[in-house]
């Protein structure tokens, strides 16, 4: 009898709930007995929804009533003898023992009753929670999504907004993922709204509850159900929707949120345009930037230095300085104070861009109007500084910071770190290195990287093998780049079984190598001209979804042909065309070099022909490589042709060109055209290398020229450029085939004593007597 009685209570309130929904006014004529009056919630009649999960989980609590745990419990009489006044008393004396309350939670029925309950406390908020935290922790006891609301809005109501929001969360979080129809946090706080006159604040909290544990999709939908109920957000709450969507990368959505507060009415405020606009800077939605800038000032919304640090920026990341320039004006021209942020800003622009003189001037007028430089201002310069080489001007900027009572960050210190690495002042890197772990800045992975390439670069690999240790040590992850780079420096000192293990090393620990990778161990194996094993790498980039990219390619056929793999080199280049991999003017150099080299200089002269169906126009180092193998096979005057067409062009041949076409004349014993040549590169500020005064004195000692050959000789010497053994020796041997023993006796003493030949003469030039 009683469960049925209690079934058809359930059912009325449902049926009643269910006709303020459809908005159905008649009366259903049956009245039931209520055994809790006290604490009865009467049936709303004005409610909008009904959560359907607050009445299946009520549903579920009353069917579940026949296989309660105490029989013998008669709760109509507990209910009866029950008063709010002694029940008051029992949470405040933490009586819980008490007999009343034992039986209530005995109850299969105890969600139920503990919900009407809270209403019944709704005048004591704290008793109520109190009441709540204790039902908690009794053993089967779940409360129900109504439960949850009711005490919400008597939080709320009690001006108990903390505790109010740590329920909440707990709400949510506890029913998030649960697998009923119908569950809708707004729905469930809508429908036990009339605990109270109810205030809307309490909507607004849920919404920031929402966006705070990051639920962006469950607030959107909670956003739609406030418009449509009218019971809006705080703009507060807004911005901090939209500086999570930002944040996630929601630029797009960020601008339709913003265009639905205005629909609703929510008028938004500077901060609320601030955030939209740096969030389109940072996307280089500029315009869009731009756009929003124009809107908040016709709704007499006044941009501050915050609007204008975005823009400026936004602008100034990506080159249009003008621009940059041009929202710094107008921030003075409105009395709007630029701040450190802003110089910063433009200070940091003017560098990436390579113009540190107006770089500079900002930093002079920021300290001139009063502003300190912070950490990031100097780190800039400092870094800046390094870029360019100036690493001496960087470190006196870093005594300056210091003196200004500013600690360097791990940015400021990894870039002078890299400076020193790259000037090959590894010494110096490792001080800076230890200077850090002294002041405490831990090293992050790009320092590491940074000196590990140092190292590897300087052939240490060593001392970078155990530096690569000692970051997994430190409880650090090594990166891709950090493993690219030990790979290479590995593999420059020809030890390929550690660089190949490293691979291994990565599979293990679920790193994917990347193409930079593959392609430097592609590198290596053709280095040692393991070209067979490169197509077991090959496979594996393949499995992995990765294509072979032109430097590869390139990289492949290259080492074809120094195999004498002609063939295998060609069809490389009709791969690429078939797969539509781009054929890059390198490849194309390659190509052409391999093909000198092997003396199918006429096959060479095709492909040079063919570069135009590629969509690509020969450049100097293309003709040089022609130059230079049309010269090794004696075809002079095509090798010229090559040059005056290269001269024609506009393309200035470099040294390479100038040494190959002298080289080329001498052998032809053109020996004027070969000084007119070099006397060209002195006019036009070229600087004769090695290989340059090697190909003269070489080329006139051939030809008999000894007195041209020894001034040559003797030029370089005096400019610091050592002749090698072999060309000192073949000097030598052509005074004494020409009978200059003599001139040879006085040459070779004074080379012996400069340390340029170290072998007995006789040993090399047979001819000598001892």
Same mark, same amino acid.
């Given at each position: 009898?009683?469960?049925i009685?209690?079934t !058809?209570?359930?059912f009325?309130k449902m049926?009643?709930s269910?006709?303020?929904?459809?908005?159905?006014n008649?009366?259903?004529?049956?009245?039931?007995?209520h055994?809790?009056?006290?604490?009865?919630?009467p049936?709303?009649n004005?409610?909008?929804?009904v959560?359907?999960?607050?009445l299946?989980?009520?549903?579920?609590?009353v069917i579940?009533f026949?296989?309660?745990t105490k029989p013998?419990?008669?709760?109509? &009489?507990?209910?009866d003898?029950?008063?709010k006044?002694?029940?008051?008393?029992i949470i405040?004396?933490?009586?819980?023992?008490?007999?009343?309350?034992?039986?209530l939670f005995?109850?299969?029925?105890a969600?139920?009753w503990?919900?009407?309950?809270?209403?019944?406390?709704?005048?004591?908020?704290?008793?109520?929670l109190?009441? +709540? #935290?204790?039902?908690?922790?009794?053993?089967? +006891?779940?409360?129900?999504?109504e439960?949850?609301?009711r005490?919400?809005?008597?939080?709320?109501d009690?001006?108990?907004y903390?505790?109010?929001?740590?329920?909440? =969360?707990?709400?949510?979080?506890?029913?998030?993922?649960?697998?009923?129809p119908?569950?809708d946090?707004?729905?469930?706080?809508?429908?036990?709204?009339?605990v109270?006159?109810?205030?809307f604040?309490?909507?607004d909290a849920?919404?920031? /509850?929402?966006?705070?544990?990051g639920?962006?999709?469950?607030?959107?939908?909670?956003?739609s &159900?406030?418009?449509?109920f009218?019971? @809006?957000?705080k703009?507060?709450?807004?911005?901090? +929707?939209l500086h999570?969507?930002?944040?996630?990368?929601?630029?797009?959505?960020?601008?339709r949120?913003?265009?639905?507060m205005?629909?609703?009415?929510?008028?938004?405020s500077?901060?609320?345009?601030n955030?939209v606009?740096?969030?389109?800077? =940072?996307?280089?939605?500029?315009e869009?930037?731009?756009? @929003?800038?124009?809107q908040m #000032?016709?709704?007499n919304?006044?941009p501050?230095?915050v609007?204008?640090?975005?823009?400026?920026?936004?602008?100034?990341?990506?080159?249009?300085?003008?621009?940059?320039?041009?929202? +710094?004006?107008?921030?003075k021209?409105?009395?709007?104070?630029?701040?450190?942020?802003t110089?910063?800003?433009?200070?940091?622009?003017?560098?990436?861009?390579q113009?540190?003189?107006?770089?500079?001037?900002?930093?002079?007028e920021?300290?001139? &109007?009063?502003?300190?430089p912070?950490v990031?201002?100097?780190?800039?310069?400092?870094d800046?500084?390094?870029k360019?080489g100036?690493?001496q001007?960087?470190?006196?900027? !870093?005594?300056d910071?210091?003196?200004?009572?500013?600690?360097?960050?791990?940015y400021?210190?990894?870039s002078?770190?890299?400076?020193?690495?790259?000037?090959?002042?590894?010494?110096?890197?490792? =001080?800076?290195?230890?200077?850090m772990?002294q002041?405490?800045?831990?090293?992050?992975?790009?320092?590491?990287t940074?000196?590990?390439?140092?190292?590897?670069e300087?052939?240490?690999?060593e001392?970078?093998?155990?530096?690569?240790?000692?970051?997994?040590?430190?409880?650090l992850?090594?990166n891709?780049?950090?493993?690219t780079?030990?790979?290479?420096?590995?593999?420059?000192?020809?030890?390929?079984?550690?660089a190949?293990?490293?691979?291994?090393?990565?599979?293990?620990?679920?790193?994917?190598?990347d193409?930079?990778?593959?392609g430097?161990?592609?590198?290596?194996?053709?280095?040692?001209?393991? %070209?067979?094993?490169?197509?077991?790498v090959?496979g594996?980039? #393949?499995?992995?979804g990765?294509?072979l990219?032109?430097?590869?390619?390139?990289? %492949?056929?290259?080492?074809?042909?120094k195999?004498?793999?002609?063939?295998?080199a060609?069809?490389?280049?009709?791969?690429?065309?078939d797969?539509g991999?781009e054929?890059?003017?390198?490849?194309f150099c390659?190509?052409?070099?391999?093909l000198?080299?092997?003396?199918?200089?006429?096959?060479? %002269?095709?492909?040079?022909n063919?570069?135009?169906?590629?969509?690509?126009?020969?450049?100097?180092?293309v003709?040089t490589?022609?130059?230079?193998?049309?010269?090794? &096979?004696?075809f002079?005057?095509?090798?010229?042709?090559m040059?005056?067409?290269?001269?024609?062009?506009?393309?200035?041949?470099d #040294?390479?060109?100038y040494?190959?076409?002298?080289?080329?004349n001498?052998?032809?014993?053109?020996?004027?055209?070969a000084?007119?040549?070099?006397?060209?590169?002195?006019e036009?500020?070229?600087?004769?290398d090695?290989?340059?005064y090697?190909s003269?004195?070489?080329g006139?000692?051939?030809c008999g020229?000894l007195?041209?050959?020894?001034e040559?000789?003797?030029?370089?010497?005096?400019?610091? %450029?050592?002749?090698?053994e072999?060309l000192?020796?073949? /000097?030598?041997r052509?005074?004494?085939?020409l009978?200059c023993?003599?001139?040879?006796?006085?040459?070779?003493?004074?080379m012996?004593?400069?340390?340029?030949?170290?072998?007995?003469?006789?040993?090399?030039?047979?001819?000598v007597?001892?």
């Amino acid at each position: 009898m009683k469960l049925i009685l209690v079934t !058809l209570t359930f059912f009325i309130k449902m049926l009643v709930s269910l006709r303020s929904l459809f908005h159905i006014n008649r009366r259903i004529p049956l009245r039931v007995s209520h055994p809790f009056l006290l604490f009865q919630n009467p049936p709303s009649n004005n409610s909008l929804v009904v959560c359907p999960f607050v009445l299946f989980t009520s549903f579920c609590f009353v069917i579940k009533f026949p296989f309660g745990t105490k029989p013998d419990c008669d709760t109509n &009489k507990f209910l009866d003898d029950f008063n709010k006044e002694s029940l008051c008393k029992i949470i405040r004396q933490d009586q819980w023992n008490d007999p009343k309350i034992v039986s209530l939670f005995g109850s299969s029925l105890a969600p139920v009753w503990v919900s009407k309950i809270l209403v019944g406390l709704k005048q004591e908020p704290y008793l109520a929670l109190k009441f +709540f #935290k204790r039902a908690k922790t009794q053993k089967g +006891f779940s409360p129900t999504s109504e439960s949850y609301g009711r005490l919400v809005h008597i939080l709320f109501d009690g001006r108990m907004y903390f505790d109010a929001t740590a329920v909440l =969360k707990e709400f949510i979080l506890s029913r998030r993922g649960v697998a009923f129809p119908g569950l809708d946090f707004f729905d469930v706080l809508w429908s036990t709204r009339n605990v109270f006159r109810y205030g809307f604040g309490v909507f607004d909290a849920l919404f920031s /509850v929402l966006v705070d544990l990051g639920l962006l999709e469950e607030a959107s939908q909670c956003f739609s &159900k406030m418009k449509r109920f009218r019971v @809006l957000p705080k703009v507060r709450s807004c911005n901090a +929707f939209l500086h999570k969507i930002c944040t996630s990368g929601g630029r797009d959505r960020s601008r339709r949120f913003l265009e639905e507060m205005v629909g609703a009415g929510i008028a938004p405020s500077v901060y609320t345009y601030n955030i939209v606009i740096d969030c389109m800077c =940072k996307e280089g939605e500029l315009e869009t930037a731009r756009m @929003l800038f124009r809107q908040m #000032k016709e709704i007499n919304l006044f941009p501050d230095v915050v609007t204008y640090n975005s823009l400026i920026d936004g602008y100034g990341k990506v080159g249009l300085l003008d621009e940059a320039l041009l929202f +710094f004006e107008e921030m003075k021209d409105v009395a709007c104070k630029p701040d450190v942020i802003t110089y910063n800003a433009l200070i940091n622009c003017f560098c990436k861009f390579q113009m540190m003189p107006r770089a500079f001037e900002f930093f002079r007028e920021m300290r001139k &109007k009063g502003l300190k430089p912070n950490v990031v201002t100097y780190s800039t310069l400092i870094d800046a500084f390094c870029k360019e080489g100036m690493i001496q001007q960087g470190i006196k900027f !870093l005594v300056d910071m210091r003196r200004l009572g500013l600690i360097p960050n791990e940015y400021t210190y990894t870039s002078l770190i890299d400076a020193n690495c790259k000037a090959g002042n590894l010494t110096e890197a490792l =001080k800076l290195a230890n200077e850090m772990l002294q002041a405490n800045i831990g090293l992050n992975i790009v320092t590491y990287t940074t000196i590990i390439d140092g190292l590897c670069e300087a052939g240490r690999i060593e001392e970078a093998d155990e530096i690569f240790r000692a970051i997994m040590k430190a409880g650090l992850t090594p990166n891709v780049q950090i493993y690219t780079t030990l790979a290479h420096g590995y593999m420059k000192v020809k030890k390929m079984e550690p660089a190949l293990n490293l691979l291994k090393e990565m599979k293990e620990k679920s790193i994917s190598p990347d193409l930079l990778l593959h392609g430097t161990v592609i590198w290596g194996l053709c280095n040692q001209d393991k %070209i067979e094993e490169t197509k077991f790498v090959i496979g594996e980039m #393949k499995e992995s979804g990765l294509s072979l990219n032109p430097v590869i390619y390139t990289t %492949i056929m290259d080492s074809y042909f120094k195999a004498g793999k002609t063939n295998e080199a060609l069809n490389l280049l009709e791969e690429m065309w078939d797969l539509g991999i781009e054929v890059t003017v390198v490849t194309f150099c390659v190509l052409i070099d391999g093909l000198c080299k092997t003396g199918l200089v006429l096959e060479a %002269i095709n492909y040079f022909n063919r570069m135009p169906e590629f969509n690509l126009q020969p450049n100097v180092a293309v003709y040089t490589v022609l130059i230079d193998g049309l010269c090794k &096979k004696n075809f002079i005057e095509a090798a010229k042709s090559m040059f005056d067409e290269m001269l024609s062009k506009n393309l200035v041949p470099d #040294k390479t060109a100038y040494t190959a076409l002298i080289d080329g004349n001498l052998k032809h014993g053109n020996f004027k055209e070969a000084l007119n040549l070099r006397n060209r590169m002195i006019e036009i500020g070229m600087e004769l290398d090695l290989l340059a005064y090697t190909s003269l004195v070489s080329g006139f000692c051939r030809c008999g020229q000894l007195q041209q050959a020894r001034e040559f000789l003797d030029e370089m010497i005096s400019k610091h %450029i050592l002749p090698d053994e072999i060309l000192c020796i073949g /000097v030598l041997r052509k005074y004494y085939e020409l009978g200059c023993v003599a001139e040879a006796i006085e040459l070779q003493n004074e080379m012996a004593k400069r340390g340029l030949i170290t072998c007995p003469v006789h040993h090399v030039v047979p001819s000598v007597q001892t």
